[in-house]
């Protein structure tokens, strides 16, 4: 019996399996991909996730395919032990090989730096001067954290000082995150905005809330003992209620704003004293 | 006894070595966790309360921690005496009463956010006989706060110049220069909350957040609520 073209026969099951599985996975699990849809940015998340799903569902049933056509196919004959053939250099697998992975890292190369740049930062740390800036009004809000705990600084209502974190709904929030000792990281799970809080930094992220819900607050780096107990809950409310929220947080802490220093985008990390 | 029995004896005699070694290690480090505190409860027909007596001290002494000395530290009274420990035990959905002797000098907050009360239950605390809503925060020597519960109390230095100050834990109100703070608030339900101080008062190590502010039994610890 003559060998099958199995080169034909592995590329023509691999490619059916491509074209049924790929469509499948985006449909159904895209729309579940973390982080969800709590904000622009965590919905632009979610599409790029799904994206690279897309891309990678290809390569993974390249292997996968393989592995087990090798496995029913390639497999030692009974009668005896044969030595294979000798394996040498193809130079089409090889050039198809370069070009095929080149071509996809450099499309997921510039895929990213376009869905960056054009997602304001995509939630993410921009630094102090980031490239691209969101137009229209922006409520700037500043994530202030210290071991081991986020407050919030609202400079636009009197530089009032909150322990929790609460956003209006549509509306583009402009997040300068700093720290007051060792390195943190602010990240809002469901809103898709994970920045660096590092002292004497001010890192700017944008988030536009579009959906009442509450979303998680952790810091996402390793800052010391209780780094597990740095969490809490924000809140994504109707603008009328964040109205009523921050004259009320205003009023509430009006003892603490007299005693704060004058609203900056970085704070003196020393502190004031050293005692024994 | 043949050589394969010979080898057998001396990898097994080296395995066994290793895992007494192992087992001392883990159980020491088990053994230095602080042990748990109740606070007294009393139960009425309005419901139960609770009453915890702290202090803080600057330097914890040989008698507290012969480990750490130097270090800054809370105390917990218990049956009479001050037990070196920073895991308290309250009842659940009842009010804490909370009295703090505080030893130490200022440092100053890091942030002076932590300078208002928050939590109590009239969002005061009480400070040397006087009801106050914030303090000074280049004033504050510790806070005690519970981020979870919401709880934030901060608690200012005994001047630099006292004449009788604390010169090593367990101090007494009686005999040398304090402040006095009160504040009661209340617990939820039951769970294990973290508490801490805010205030970077780890002398000596970088950011003054290092030693005491890291370690368990020190300058934080762990509220249950049962």
């Known amino acids: 019996m003559s060998e099958p073209n199995h080169g034909r026969r592995f590329a023509l099951i691999w490619l059916v399996a491509t074209l049924i599985a790929t469509p499948l996975v985006v449909v159904l699990l895209g729309p579940i991909l973390p982080p969800g849809n709590g904000s622009e940015q965590a919905s632009g998340k979610v599409t790029d996730n799904t994206v690279l799903l897309a891309m990678a569902m290809p390569v993974l049933l390249l292997v996968v395919i393989y592995l087990i056509y090798a496995v029913i196919f390639f497999r030692q004959p009974k009668g005896g032990v044969l030595e294979g053939p000798a394996v040498r250099g193809d130079s089409r697998i090889q050039t198809t090989w370069i070009i095929v992975t ?41 994530v202030i954290a210290q ?81 597990g107990a740095m969490f809490d809950y924000g809140h994504v409310v109707s ?38 | 006894m043949s050589l394969f029995v010979k080898k057998l004896l001396g990898v097994g005699a080296a395995v066994a070595a290793l895992g007494l070694l192992i087992g001392f290690y883990v159980s020491s480090w088990a053994s230095s966790f602080p042990k748990s505190v109740a606070a007294t409860t009393t139960t009425t027909s309005t419901g139960a309360s609770s009453e915890l007596t702290l202090e803080t001290v600057g330097t914890s002494g040989p008698k507290v921690s012969p480990v750490h000395p130097d270090w800054v530290s809370y105390l917990v009274k218990s049956q009479g005496r001050w037990v070196h420990s920073t895991i308290y035990t309250v009842p659940a959905n009842s009010v804490v009463h909370v009295t703090i002797y505080q030893f130490d000098s200022p440092t100053g907050l890091r942030n002076p956010f932590m300078a208002q009360v ?62 006095t703070i009160t504040f009661s608030f209340r617990t939820g339900k039951k769970g294990r909350y973290h508490w801490q101080c805010f205030v970077p008062c780890g002398a000596g190590f970088i950011a003054g957040n290092g030693g005491a502010m890291q370690t368990l039994g020190y300058m934080d610890g762990y509220l249950d609520v049962v």
């Open chain 1, 102 to 142: 080149s071509l996809l890292v450099l499309t997921l190369a510039v895929y990213g730096t376009v869905r960056l740049e054009a997602g304001y930062g995509a939630g993410s740390g921009s630094g102090p001067s980031p490239v691209t800036v969101p137009s229209g009004p922006k409520l700037p809000v500043q």
């Open chain 2, 118 to 179: 928050q939590g109590t239950i009239d969002g005061t605390a009480n400070i040397d006989g006087k009801a106050v809503s914030a303090i000074d925060p280049e004033e504050a020597s510790h806070t005690f706060a519970v981020p979870e519960l919401g709880v934030f109390v901060p608690l200012p230095g005994v001047s630099e110049e006292a004449k009788h100050p604390c010169e090593a834990g367990p101090c007494e109100p009686s005999t040398s220069d304090h402040r």
């Open chain 1, 239 to 276: 603008a009328s209620a964040f109205n009523n929220w921050i004259h009320q947080q205003e009023v509430t802490f009006a003892p603490a704003t007299k005693v704060l220093p004058p609203y900056s985008t970085t704070y003196l990390p020393e502190p004031t004293r050293r005692g024994g």
């Open chain 1, 147 to 227: 071991q081991w705990k986020f407050t919030f600084r609202y400079p636009t209502y009197g530089g009032v000082e909150t322990p929790h974190l609460v956003l209006p709904v549509n509306q583009m929030v402009e997040l300068h995150v700093t720290s007051l000792d060792v390195i943190h990281s602010f990240w809002a799970i469901q809103l898709g905005v994970k920045a660096d809080a590092n002292p004497d930094v001010d890192n700017i992220a944008f988030v536009k809330p579009t959906k009442l819900e509450s979303f998680e607050v952790r810091c996402a780096e390793l800052c010391g003992i209780w780094h």
